[in-house]
């Protein structure tokens, strides 16, 4: 059967039967559903008939395992492999279970019986590698990597591997996205290297591109979680909820339980149905450039002038804030000046005082004075080493927060103002906050 022509039957019997099963076989499961997600289905139905059957042979449970493991149930696929032939794809594919439930050490060491059982040596050791890094572990990661030579170094799984364990180690961006680029090129339908080069350009406010490489990485399977959740995120910022409900679906088909897929289909189901006013949107638009007209732009007199200054009343945002008991209270601010600054006001539509009640508690001081050294460097630090997801990460941008100090100057209620922003990110942000042992303003 051609790997390009596989049909959807054609995976069930490929799962069902008792026939060869390898890695050509699952390199063909795996491009079908890549071509049409459709065939997910069959792959499903598939390991149902296989569970279904009794008295399984070793060579049909480690099949199963590795199709288990292909639909995201890693926990199950650890315990058919385990009971499975013993060979080296059994022992690859417990390798692969094992590092999905952050089981660092026993990935190794399956990794390793695998080789003992024959498996590709390159194969291997990438493999171990991702998994040295994931456990904290970069540079016996970046060692093993380096023993690699040959045509091994031009494919995209080393390129990647590579790419992402420099990083680790603090390599320069550029070197970063040169390793990825390249990963791209050697393959273009490598999901890992699509996914990483789509973060950067995400992470650097290039969304039409990394919109593309998101959408050219979601095609694989199996896809990362990462990209589906990004790339729902994108749409959304697009208006685009319908297919950011699909993206958020896909990990729910493989994933019912997770709470960040589940939570972003419901904010963006409720985004979908929300009547936009494009008029009203307009008129808000006007009425915020008018609110930021400097006082300067009218002629006033010199007393009034000051007292405004003084206030620290710098537009006519400002005053539409400001009542009129609170001009009066001024030194040297008469009844003459509150004349004058009506006038102004009403010549633009306006009313002094008209937003008092929508003034927002101004922040708190920041006085770098006050603090310790350590306190100071910990708010003078960006915010990306939070790690916040893209949403969150993305609502910072809006906000216009590049440090840790600026964001716990805000308030829960000023975050959940951010389009896209809802309480999902909210408490994530206050999680990490609490890791650092700081808060929001009024936590």
């Known amino acids: 059967m051609s790997m390009t022509q596989a049909p959807s039957a054609g995976i ?12 050509r076989e699952i390199e063909e499961i795996t491009h079908a559903i890549s071509e049409n997600y459709a065939n997910y289905r069959e792959l499903k139905e ?52 094992y590092l999905a439930l952050d089981r660092y050490s026993e ?3 399956s990794y390793d019986a695998s080789q003992r059982a024959g ?37 995209a799984e080393y390129l990647y591997q590579r ?15 040169a390793l990825l680029e390249r990963a791209v090129q050697a393959d273009p339908s490598h999901g890992g290297s699509l996914f990483g080069l789509a973060l950067e350009n995400d992470r650097h406010g290039n969304d039409d591109y990394a919109r593309e490489l998101y959408e050219r990485a979601a095609k694989q399977f199996p896809t990362y979680v990462g990209t589906l959740l990004n790339l729902g995120i994108l749409y959304e910022d697009m208006q685009a909820f319908d297919r950011a409900k699909q993206c958020y679906n896909r990990i729910l088909d493989m994933f019912p339980n997770h709470k960040r897929a589940r939570l972003y289909f419901k904010d963006a189901d409720a985004s979908r149905d929300m009547y936009y006013d494009e008029e009203a949107r307009r008129e808000q638009d006007r009425l915020s450039q008018v609110l930021s007209i400097p006082v300067t732009d009218f002629e006033l007199s010199v007393r009034s ?7 620290g009343l710098m537009t006519l945002g400002d005053l539409t804030e400001t009542t009129e008991l609170e001009l009066l209270s001024s030194k040297n601010f008469g009844e003459t000046s509150l004349v004058e600054i009506r006038e102004m006001l009403t010549s633009k539509g306006l009313d002094l005082g008209q937003f008092a009640h929508q003034r927002r508690e101004e922040d708190p001081p920041y006085d770098p004075e006050s603090l310790s050294d350590d306190e100071r460097a910990l708010l003078d630090r960006p915010i990306s080493d939070l790690n916040l997801s893209v949403r969150a990460r993305k609502c910072m941008v809006r906000l216009g ?14 975050l959940l103002e ?16 609490t890791q650092a042992n700081l808060k929001l303003r009024g936590d």
Do not use: W
Not at 122 to 144: C, G, H, N
């Open 12 to 23: 069930k019997s490929m799962v069902v039967s008792s026939t060869g099963f390898g890695p």
């Open 46 to 97: 598939g390991v149902q008939d296989l569970e279904a059957q009794p008295n399984r042979s070793p060579a049909a449970s480690a099949r199963l395992g590795v199709c288990q493991y292909l639909l995201g149930r890693y926990s199950d696929a650890i315990e058919t492999l385990k009971h499975s032939d013993g060979g080296a794809l059994t022992h690859y594919y417990l390798g692969r279970s």
């Open 107 to 109: 990935a190794v060491e």
């Open 119 to 155: 498996y590709d040596r390159d194969i291997v050791t990438l493999a171990k590698a991702e998994a040295l890094r994931y456990s904290k572990q970069p540079e016996e990661s970046l060692k093993l990597l380096d023993t690699l030579s040959g045509a091994v170094e031009q494919t």
């Open 163 to 177: 790419s992402a364990t420099v990083q680790v180690l603090g390599a320069p961006r550029v070197e970063v996205l």
């Open 305 to 311: 002038r000051n007292c405004l200054q003084k206030m």
């Open 401 to 414: 927060l590049t440090t840790i100090g600026e964001l716990v100057r805000r308030t829960g209620d000023d």
């Open 418 to 433: 951010c389009k896209n922003f809802g309480v999902t990110s909210l408490n994530e942000v206050r999680e990490k906050l």
